[in-house]
């Protein structure tokens, strides 16, 4: 079998990306190192051979190197171990070298402004044991990760603030095992990273009540979680239990409280509103919410709610309506963690091809809500993936 161009990972031409995907299906040991696969309804990634399930296609996104996929939130396949596997390409191998000595330099409490850290990240520093110019470092950085390498920096600082702070360490502790030197050049970056202060984020949902109720509805159960500011939680399933395991995983440390009577409780207007509008009967939603989310999932999620009723978008046009035309994948990341569904319609983001992708709450109930929203308009329907 023809190895894989990992060059193509980036533009994901049709013809290379089929290629990388007959090697999953055929589970080509010959490929292992040269890409890995992530699986969004998991968040894990494994290496082309790997024996477990495979997933549908519309679920997975190729990436040239384990680093990369942990960079998008995803975690290694603990039983095929994807990080293990050597690398036939020698750009490759020198951009995980780079990725190794970063993370290295960050693991032994290296300050970013540090004199010394900022002379070792520096591409002139990194670029030399590498055997590359640094131009020649940073386009195979970009290509194989699709940040530089100091945005590969600032990242993993702030991916160790968040472990950090999910632990239970204060912030205090936090920000300086991540590696930043003040708590102000903390709070500098925490917005557009966060979305929040970090005492905030670490708290997981601590201080928030939220009720919930579960009811039927076309589409299967319905949970809805609100607060007073506005709804946390619409989720979608068949089991009463998932849904509120899911709510507890979402807001960990949140106060949670039951409503018994759906049609005269707190959330009982709410509740009308989103099962008419399943019903086709009130097509604009327009509802209040109150999630925690970064800086960049609230651009993504704004931009959905403009998507009119019975209209889809494509990853790729929602990325370049906020600004950053290359985060197609960090777009669908974000489409994936939405924790309210319907109210942020992610079911109207589509694939370039015009095939449905991958939905949190099942492929086929995001075929019903556009062909319901598409019989109400008298629009196309999207067609289901294969």
Not at 185 to 204: D, I
Not at 215 to 226: C, D, F, I, T, Y
Not at 259 to 281: D, F, M, P
Not at 321 to 330: C, E, F, K, Y
Request: aromatic letters at 6%; a positive charge.
């Amino acid at each position: 079998m023809m190895r894989p161009n990992i060059n193509a990972i980036g533009t994901e031409r049709k013809s290379k990306v089929a290629q990388l995907w007959q090697a999953v299906l055929a589970r080509d040991k010959r490929a292992d190192g040269s890409f890995v696969y992530a699986v969004g309804s998991t968040g894990i990634y494994c290496r082309p051979s790997c024996p477990s399930r495979k997933p549908r296609r519309e679920r997975v996104t190729f990436f040239a190197l384990p680093a990369a996929a942990e960079q998008r939130g995803f975690r290694p396949c603990r039983r095929c171990k994807p990080g293990s596997a050597s690398l036939p390409d020698p750009r490759i191998k020198a951009v995980a070298r780079v990725c190794r000595e970063i993370d290295a330099r960050l693991a032994a409490g290296l300050a970013e402004d540090d004199a010394a850290g900022d002379a070792r990240l520096t591409l002139s520093a990194l670029s030399g044991p590498a055997g590359m110019s640094t131009h020649q470092l940073e386009r195979a950085f970009q290509s194989a990760m699709g940040i530089t390498p100091r945005q590969y920096a600032d990242a993993r600082r702030m991916h160790r603030l968040k472990s950090g702070l999910k632990k239970g360490n204060n912030v205090t502790t936090s920000l300086y095992d991540a590696g930043f030197s003040s708590s102000s050049r903390l709070y500098e970056r925490a917005s557009g990273h966060l979305g929040m202060t970090p005492a905030a984020y670490g708290r997981g949902g601590a201080g928030m009540e939220i009720h919930y109720v579960i009811v039927s509805s076309p589409l299967g159960r319905l949970l809805m979680g609100a607060t007073h500011a506005g709804i946390s939680a619409l989720y979608l399933g068949e089991s009463d239990a998932a849904l509120r395991a899911a709510l507890e995983k979402e807001y960990p440390r949140a106060t949670l409280s039951p409503e018994r009577n759906s049609g005269s409780g707190s959330l009982a207007g709410w509740v009308a509103q989103v099962l008419s509008h399943l019903r086709g009967r009130e097509p604009s939603l327009d509802l209040p919410t109150d999630v925690r989310a970064t800086a960049f999932q609230r651009r993504v999620w704004e931009e959905l709610r403009k998507i009119p009723y019975g209209s889809t978008r494509t990853y790729g046009e929602i990325a370049h309506s906020i600004g950053q035309p290359s985060s197609v994948r960090a777009v669908a990341r974000a489409c994936a963690t939405n924790p309210v569904s319907v109210v942020v319609p992610c079911h109207r983001v589509v694939r370039a091809d015009g095939n449905l992708a991958g939905y949190r709450w099942g492929i086929q109930r995001k075929d019903e809500l556009l062909a319901n929203e598409a019989a109400v308009t008298g629009g196309k329907r999207p067609k289901a993936s294969a």
